[in-house]
């Protein structure tokens, strides 16, 4: 496994391995590697004949500096999960490389950023779609790999990739859970013990939803509400937003009358949790 710090580097190495004609499957992290993000690398591993994996805190998509300082940062025993998994290349690379003095370039996708997390988190996905187009530029592969638990992100860089023409292929994999339901985040480190046990609650709403619409409910907005009190009456979160959406464009529904998807995100004391569901009327 090689790590490189330098993108020069990165580019000619995966130029050489793109002459030869080696596909090449990504997987972009911030790092703090948990089983989610491991089968992400599986499924990269297995359908790639090279692996290359990123590890970077993006600083310009967190809208707080103090949740930027509490991000968990573990790189040797992250580079130790990336050589377990079959990684072949690890980009790590410094801040001051990626955002030099006075860098002044930036990527936005409109319309899909405007709602639930582009409205709490200001600049987020503008932070997002820029490293990940950095990120492209500078590994080249032929595919990359996301998660669905960050479902509006996974949809802004897939939207990026075709509005931009990237020759890259956007593979979005389910979300990794708990036992418990609770979706593995690096953020989960962050909640306190009484927090933790609460928080399967969030997925215990989501699948709440999608039993409904199986049952025939179809009033999206009276679904939104009972997740709202199930998450209300069992946690001691602050909700975000709750919200049942088309699963394309992300606009609210008033009816559930196809494919759709239910979002959340609350805030306990020192962790932001998102979550979704895939839901249908079959």
Known sequence: MEVLGDATQMQRRVSALRAVGRAIGFVPTMGYLHEGHLSLLRTARRNNPVLAVSIFVNPTQFDRQEDL??????????????????????????????????????????????????????????????????LFHIVRPHRAYFGQKDYQQACVITR?????????????????????????????????????????????????????????????????????RMIHQGTTATIDYVAVCHPSSLEPLETVEGPAVALLAVRFSKARLIDNLMIDTH
Not at 192 to 209: K, S
Request: aromatic share 8%; glycine share 8%; proline share 6%.
């Open 69 to 134: 300082e509490r991000y968990p940062v573990d790189l040797e025993g992250d580079l130790a999960k990336a050589a377990a998994e079959g990684a072949d290349l690890v980009f790590v690379p410094e801040q001051k490389s990626m955002y030099p003095d006075r860098y002044a370039t930036f990527v936005e996708v409109e319309g899909l950023t405007r709602r639930w997390e582009g409205t709490y988190r200001p600049g987020h996905f503008r932070g997002v779609t820029t490293i990940v187009a950095k």
């Open 160 to 228: 990026m990739a075709r509005d931009l023409d990237m020759d890259i292929e956007v593979v979005v994999l389910p979300t990794v859970r708990e036992p418990d339901g609770l979706a593995m985040s690096s953020r989960n480190v962050n909640l306190t013990p009484g927090e933790r046990r609460q928080a399967p609650v969030l997925y215990q709403a989501l699948r709440w939803a999608a039993d409904q619409v199986r049952r025939g409910e179809r009033d999206a907005r009276g679904l939104a509400e009972g997740m709202r």
